[in-house]
């Protein structure tokens, strides 16, 4: 798809609507006519409240200027097992706008319209019948417009939500993205219209070229991941360019961060022009101030442009869901012990409001604090008003992410059918809640992110609905409380991996984080632990940059009720993760040549343009309703083709007891290693810098716990 030039805008008088906006074909540049995507054809326009010539002319070098806008169309990968609800005339995509006020007002942006529609009024919330005493726990859709949403609407893709993002005002350029979930591609021409809190309007014709196929959505350029280190002085980015290939290279031709060109600064590695995957890092010159936003512009060689916003935080995490810990204080602490000897570091309260202001108290936060444990607030149902939201939401707790809500998606199904909405309408009913809520936690808390967690009902397009909502994603993708229900195959491997693929190819550019399960809750037996490290170690390999485990359940005197086997195991994957989160917590999945027997399972996910990391999985195992077997393989060769220019200069593999050396040779491109005995699976890291070893058993000795 080509991109788009900015452009500036144009103010025009302002006339009655609905006839209040002019639109031309004349395009910002020259277009490819033979893209079979939407391409946008754009002119800005504002309306002056008056109708003085002299005015006119005197405000015709506005303060508002175009910066990007583009349809983004959903990447829909299958999900492994093929068990979903198709939606109406999907696949759908993302509107994204992104303009500046150069002005010197603090004018803002109030509003969008689709075909002139006012989204915030067609989005109005209908309270929900049968949680009546929550009155801020409402439901949002064009459906509930009065006689049906009008065709203007449905041609425009059947709008789901929308988000208006102004910046930080330290970034220097004021500027404001907007994103519109549609819900469909748009069916006809299709007219943005912004209105800002002056009065001003600004017009953007949208026009769509005929024949746009499904097939060809996994074909365009993404931002794969936007991301910061821990520290948040690297910025790391991936793009994914999915033509490139060796016989057609595709370079970052321009990068800009906050409007600043930064292109010379950043570390690359030519190699990965051949990939499909191109990673580059920025080092900034300093850190990022936690839970701020900034504009990343991206530029490649094909001319084709990308835009998008990033928050300072890393994705980074381990967390626990929930907790039956089975008595008051004393037993509370026990489990918060146990979470920190099992390094696991952030834990999510079930709960509403009661729950929030219980972990407000200051033994809470004291205990949080002791063992490393940042918590996650839970609005599931909670309804909050603003009054509470300002008194709960602070800056100064010992908190990870605000959790905005627990599987909008399957409430989606539940609460549509109470409203009388169509099956295949009823996805994103709690969307523009969610925004709403966002915004006020932002402002209540600037620093800490938002997250939620999508579940498994409308698949794969619940992904792509709720994937750009919160800053920090997640996604139940369960083994094998899913396969006990009979909705997958008896194979965590398959399962987790592709099921976190096509959660992965929705929540670009965010970081993303999967559930997985790990107690007998629902009636399914427990994962055994080779169950639990393939489904852990999937999910990395898939692009997961942090794990969060279902659920905790603690007896008064026995602790946890698990078997111990598996919790043990969850320690030892959860230290791995843990010495492996610089790396984890930045990667992203890139597709590398790789030769190995076939029963050797090899993924490989870039960490920057110095590491690379490799998930090793024997696929020697067997797992039914019965339990969990495996086959060792010994001595077993990988080859793997690396990208042009990765010189391995030393290689680790991380066994139980810690990180080992690995002897690697490389010839050209060309890296092999042996696996040695391998009795499930492996993670191996190879870097460009030398003394890897030496670091990593410093890291993993100051883990000792």
Not at 10 to 39: G, K, Q, W
Not at 353 to 375: C, H, K, N, P, V
């Amino acid at each position: 798809m080509p991109h788009l030039s900015a452009g500036k805008i144009t103010p025009v008088r302002r006339h009655n609507p609905p006839a209040a906006f002019r639109h031309s074909n004349r395009t910002l540049r020259p277009m490819l006519a033979n893209r079979r995507c939407s391409i946008l054809v754009i002119l800005m326009m504002g309306c002056l409240p008056g109708t003085d010539t002299a005015s006119h002319a005197a405000d015709r070098t506005g303060p508002w200027k175009l910066i990007y806008a583009n349809i983004e169309p959903d990447r829909l990968k299958p999900p492994a097992d093929g068990n979903l609800v198709p939606l109406q005339n999907g696949p759908g995509a993302y509107l994204r706008i992104v303009v500046a006020n150069r002005g010197p007002d603090a004018d803002r942006i109030t509003d969008v319209a689709l075909n002139g529609v006012s989204l915030r009024l067609a989005l109005q919330g209908r309270s929900h019948p049968r949680v009546q005493q929550y009155p801020f726990y409402k439901q949002h859709s064009i459906e509930f417009m009065k006689g049906g949403p009008p065709k203007v609407l449905l041609d425009a893709g059947r709008p789901l939500w929308y988000r208006i993002l102004p910046s930080n005002p330290t970034t220097g350029i004021g500027w404001t993205e907007i994103l519109v979930r549609l819900r469909h591609w748009n069916l006809a021409k299709l007219h943005v219209q912004l209105k800002t809190a002056t009065g001003h309007r600004m017009a953007i014709p949208v026009q769509t070229a005929p024949g746009v196929q499904p097939m060809t959505l996994m074909k365009n350029v993404h931002i794969g991941l936007a991301t910061l280190n821990s520290a948040r002085d690297r910025l790391y980015v991936y793009m994914l360019v999915p033509t490139a290939s060796k016989q057609n290279p595709v370079s970052i031709e321009s990068i800009k961060v906050d409007g600043t060109e930064i292109t010379a600064t950043t570390n690359r590695l030519s190699g990965y022009n051949r990939t499909g995957v191109i990673p580059l890092v920025v080092p900034l010159a300093k850190a990022w101030p936690k839970g701020s936003f900034h504009l990343l512009d991206c530029r490649l060689s094909t001319g084709e442009r990308r835009v998008c916003s990033v928050r300072a935080f890393n994705g980074f995490a381990v967390m626990m869901f929930g907790a039956n810990f089975g008595g008051p204080r004393p037993f509370i602490e026990r489990g918060f012990k146990e979470f920190h000897e099992h390094y696991i570091d952030s834990w999510v309260s079930p709960g509403g409001t009661g729950s929030w202001r219980q972990i407000s108290e200051d033994w809470w936060q004291a205990m949080a604090r002791r063992y490393g444990i940042r918590l996650q607030p839970n609005h599931h149902h909670a309804g909050q008003t603003g009054a509470e939201v300002r008194q709960l939401a602070k800056s100064d707790m010992h908190t990870l992410a605000y959790w905005l809500f627990d599987e909008p998606d399957v409430n989606d199904y539940f609460d549509g059918e109470h409203h009388g909405v169509p099956l295949p309408l009823r996805l994103g009913l709690h969307a523009q809640r969610l925004v709403r809520l966002s915004g006020s936690l932002r402002t209540a808390d600037p620093v800490h992110p938002t997250t939620l967690v999508v579940d498994k009902t409308f698949r794969p397009q619940n992904y792509h609905t709720y994937g750009q909502l919160p800053d920090l994603v997640q996604a139940d993708i369960y083994y094998p409380l899913a396969a006990h229900a009979k909705q997958a195959p008896w194979d965590p491997l398959a399962y987790m991996y592709g099921d976190t693929q096509s959660a992965r190819a929705a929540f670009m550019p965010k970081p993303m984080n999967i559930v997985v399960s790990a107690s007998p809750d629902g009636g399914a037996r427990p994962p055994k632990p080779g169950e639990e490290r393939i489904a852990v170690y999937a999910s990395v390999a898939a692009g997961a940059h942090g794990i969060c485990y279902y659920w905790y359940n603690a007896a008064r005197e026995a602790g946890c009720q698990w078997v111990v086997d598996t919790w043990a195991e969850i320690a030892i994957l959860n230290r791995q993760l843990q010495l492996l989160s610089p790396w984890i917590g930045v990667g992203f999945p890139v597709e590398l040549p790789v030769k190995t027997p076939d029963k050797l399972w090899v993924k490989t996910i870039a960490a920057g343009t110095d590491a690379l990391l490799a998930v090793v999985i024997n696929r020697q195992y067997i797992s039914s309703p019965d339990g969990f077997t495996s086959t060792p393989m010994e001595q077993t060769p990988v080859e793997l083709v690396l990208p042009e220019g990765f010189a391995v200069a030393s290689a680790a593999s991380i066994e139980n007891d810690g990180p080992r050396s690995l002897a690697v040779t490389q010839t050209g491109d060309t890296v092999r290693f042996n696996t040695g005995s391998l009795d499930v699976a492996r993670l191996v890291l190879l870097t460009r810098r030398k003394g890897l070893l030496n670091h990593l058993r410093t890291r993993w000795a100051e883990l000792e716990r």
